[in-house]
């Protein structure tokens, strides 16, 4: 099990715990930087979601003030 770098809950992360199938992230959306946390690179799905709908507001608010 992997452990959420953002908030500690312990989930399945494919790419570092191992696995045959692609990890739940490579659904997300592409290029979207995460902050990071001493070295560790995972967030589980309900932070990287949050993280997504955070960084969605962030660039519509952006489009907006141009």
Known sequence: MSMCARCGIEFHCAVADGGDAPCWCMT???????PDSA???CWCPACLKERIAA???KTDNDRAHD
């Open 39 to 41: 070295g560790a690179t």
């Open 55 to 57: 960084n969605l507001v």
């Open 28 to 34: 997300a959306p592409a290029g979207l930087p995460l």
